[in-house]
Each structure stands twice: as structure tokens, then as C-alpha cells.
């Protein structure tokens, strides 16, 4: 282990070597003084040997080793965060050659098992990016260049990077994900021009109903219907808001998740009470099993439940009136579930893997006409995530929707 102790092994060596002469120039000479000085030496440098072992290699030896393994944690933290940056990331030596990559470059920047140098990668699409100029002249200590590879145009950043005697010693290129960022970005102004839309109909509803009545002198009948429609497109809009301002707290981190142990198979009960009036209107038979003793489940009850009267709700109105539901509660490995089987509607298997984008809708008529904000789903996959569950929607178009609540039983 101890790497610089060669001095102190030679030291002993020594020590030794001139213990065994002294011993037998005096065995030789039949000199006792000279035996007796030998053992006594031999004694010290049998002592010596353990002090300096506890004393100063056996701390040394320690301190090394918790420096490579500061070193080793080091190096395996930075490797993981090279390994899954979507950002690239290549260090070149002085001479061009590769020093690190990580797979984020190579995809970004196309680059094959052949390009092991600076000129291999970016001379092919541009041969007037020079390395050595990068390196040493001081107004480029750092420059930006755009390459057109494909159909994309990609940022790439140049950084010179010093040694520890502050020579340079190479140049790190970092290539941002802008294939990433404009996916994003786009999604964001959909995301804005969606929330428009849905605010601007029912404020248009509003606004013109409200209009006819202060333009007419109209009889009470017309008068309670044209309020009617007011009143359900205002509820439509607090909705929506109230939708909006939960997506952005469960976004920014900002809603108070308060976890704590309950009965899932009582939580199901109690939504199931909750909806009785709207189960009675359609004329729905539902049915409640408990397979299995489930063991109290470790999350928000308020966020638990709303995600289940979300999901009830959907069933409810999706189902033709008359309809068939059951609600299953068990258990299965470290998770309690509810599945929730319908016999309504169902939804497009082309439909199934968009279902919990935001505002995106199967039927969007039909779910505004009752009532949806488009935004149940994404609150519902969100609040889960936020709680260690999970949801899986299966679905068949006019056989029925089975939807599969996970929530974890342990803290």
C-alpha cells in the first residue's frame, strides 16, 4: 500500500546487515562485549521496526488509501454524469487526440469508431476550425462555431483548458442538445397557444350570451337558460385555472406532499360514495373487491384521491348509461393497486401513447361537453410520479378501459 517507504526499507536493511557483521565479527573473535552489542542492537531494530510500522507507515497507508478511494468516488460520480448529460462533451490533448467523450457527442455530432482526433470529427464539416489557434491565441479562448450536420444546425463550443504549471494542455468542446432544447421550446408554445384556446371559448360563450341579454328584453325562460350556459362555461374556466395551478405546483416543486399511512380499500369506499349521485344518473351497476389483505399504503391521501375520483370520474362518463364498472383493490410486491375495469367507450390504441400529454384529448367535443380541462391525466401521472406510484391505461374502442393505480406501501 505505501508507495514512498522504499528510503525506510533501505534504512532497515541496513540496519540489519551491519547487526548480523557486528554479531559475527564477535562469534569470530570469541569478543562477548561485541555479541552482547549485537543482540541488544538486533532487539532495538526489532522494536524500531514495530514503531515505525504503527507509528508512521501504518497512518500513511491509511491516508493514501482514503485518498484514492476520495479519487475513485470522484472519477465514477463525473464518469456518471458524462455518461448521461444530453449535453457533448469532448477533451482533446495538445496534439488532437481524444482524451474523453461521452455518448452524447457521438450522437450529436455523428461521429463513427474511425474519427479518434480533433481533425477527424470537425474537419469534415468545417476544415477552417483550427485547434492550435483555440489553444493559444487570446481572443480565442473560447469561441462558438455552427455545424450543419444533416438536416440540424449544431452550437459547439471551444474551451482551452491549462495544466497545473498553467501550460495549455488541450481544448474541451461542448455541444449543447439543441435538438432537445427545440423540442421543448416547441412544446411550450403549444402548451400556450392550447391554454388560449381553452380560456378564449369559454370567455367568448360568456361574453356573448352575456351580450344578448343586455341587448333583448327577454322572458325568464330564455333569461335562466342563457345564464345557465354562463354559469357552466365560468365553472368550465375555474376549472381550467385550478388545473393550470396545480400542473405549475407539481412543476416547480412547490406543492407540500404530506405523506402518511392509510387504507386504500376506505379511500376507494369514500370515492365511491362521493360519486353515488353521478353513478345514479347514468344508471351504472359498480362493483368494489378487496382481493387480498393490503397492507396500509405511504403516500399524500389528498393527492391518492383525487388521481382515483379523476379516474372513477372518466369511467363514469365514458361509460354508455347502464354501464358495467368494478374496482379491484390488492396488493403485489411492495405496492397496493386499484384497477378500475369499464365497459364504456374505450380509447384508440393509436391514441393510448399520447393520453397523458397536457390538453391532449381522444374525442375533444365529447370532453368538453363534459366538462374536461384535457389536463386530468397529465395532474394524475404527475401527482403519482410525486407519490413513488405509477399508472397503466389499457384500452380497447368500444370494449372498455382498464386503468391500474400503483401506490407504494412502504416508507
Known amino acids: 500500500m505505501l508507495r514512498k517507504n522504499t528510503s525506510l ?27 552482547i552489542a549485537s543482540i541488544i542492537l538486533f532487539l532495538e531494530g526489532i522494536f524500531f521496526s514495530i514503531y515505525m510500522t504503527k507509528v508512521i507507515v501504518y497512518p500513511i497507508n491509511k ?15 463525473m464518469r456518471k454524469i458524462l455518461l448521461h448529460t444530453t449535453e457533448g462533451i469532448i477533451a482533446f490533448n495538445r496534439d488532437g487526440s481524444i482524451a474523453l467523450i461521452n455518448p452524447a457527442a457521438k450522437k450529436l455530432l455523428k461521429i463513427s469508431p474511425e474519427d479518434n482526433s480533433f481533425g477527424d470529427i470537425f474537419h469534415k464539416y468545417d476544415k477552417n476550425i483550427n485547434m492550435e489557434k483555440i489553444i493559444y491565441l487570446d481572443n480565442w479562448t473560447s469561441t462558438s462555431i455552427k455545424l450543419k450536420i444533416e438536416d440540424e444546425e449544431i452550437n459547439v463550443l471551444f474551451s482551452p483548458f491549462r495544466d497545473k504549471q498553467d501550460i495549455p494542455a488541450g481544448v474541451i468542446a461542448f455541444i449543447p442538445d439543441t435538438i432537445e432544447h427545440a423540442r421543448l421550446d416547441r412544446m411550450r408554445k403549444e402548451f400556450v397557444a392550447d391554454v388560449s ?25 330564455t333569461q335562466k337558460e342563457f345564464l345557465g ?22 412543476d416547480n416543486n412547490k406543492k407540500n406532499i404530506k405523506k402518511e ?31 387480498a389483505d393490503v397492507p396500509p399504503v405511504f403516500a399524500d391521501r389528498d393527492d391518492i384521491e383525487r388521481v382515483v ?11 354508455p348509461d347502464g354501464g358495467l364498472i368494478k374496482i379491484y383493490v390488492g396488493f403485489v410486491y411492495n405496492d397496493a393497486y386499484i384497477k378500475i375495469i369499464d365497459n364504456g367507450i374505450g380509447i384508440p390504441e393509436e391514441d393510448l401513447n399520447r393520453i397523458f400529454e397536457r390538453f391532449y384529448r381522444v374525442d375533444k367535443a365529447r370532453s368538453r361537453e363534459n366538462g374536461g380541462t384535457g389536463l386530468g391525466l397529465s395532474i394524475a401521472k404527475e401527482i403519482l410520479d410525486k407519490n413513488g406510484g405509477s399508472i397503466d391505461i389499457k384500452s380497447q374502442v368500444d370494449k372498455g378501459t382498464e386503468v391500474v393505480i400503483k401506490v407504494p406501501t412502504k416508507k
Do not use: W
Not at 9 to 35: D, M, Q, R, T, W
Not at 63 to 77: A, H
Open 9 to 35: 526499507k533501505i534504512i532497515l536493511i541496513i540496519f540489519f546487515i551491519e547487526i548480523i557483521v557486528l554479531l559475527g565479527l564477535g562469534i569470530a573473535s570469541k569478543n562477548i562485549i561485541l555479541i
Open 63 to 77: 491516508y493514501l488509501k482514503s485518498q484514492d478511494e476520495e479519487k475513485s468516488t470522484e472519477e465514477i460520480e
Open 197 to 221: 384556446h381553452e380560456l378564449k371559448t369559454p370567455i367568448t360563450s360568456i361574453m356573448g350570451y352575456a351580450d344578448t341579454l343586455l341587448e333583448g328584453d327577454y322572458d325568464e325562460n
Open 229 to 250: 350556459v354562463i354559469a357552466s362555461e365560468a365553472r368550465r374556466m375555474a376549472r381550467l385555472v385550478t388545473d393550470l395551478l396545480e400542473l405549475s405546483r407539481l
Open 261 to 291: 399511512s392509510f387504507d386504500l380499500g376506505e379511500l376507494v369506499k369514500s370515492c365511491q360514495d362521493k360519486l353515488a349521485i353521478e353513478i345514479k344518473k347514468k344508471g351504472h351497476h359498480v362493483e368494489n373487491f378487496v382481493t
Open 309 to 319: 375520483l379523476n379516474i372513477f370520474t372518466n369511467s363514469i362518463k365514458y361509460t
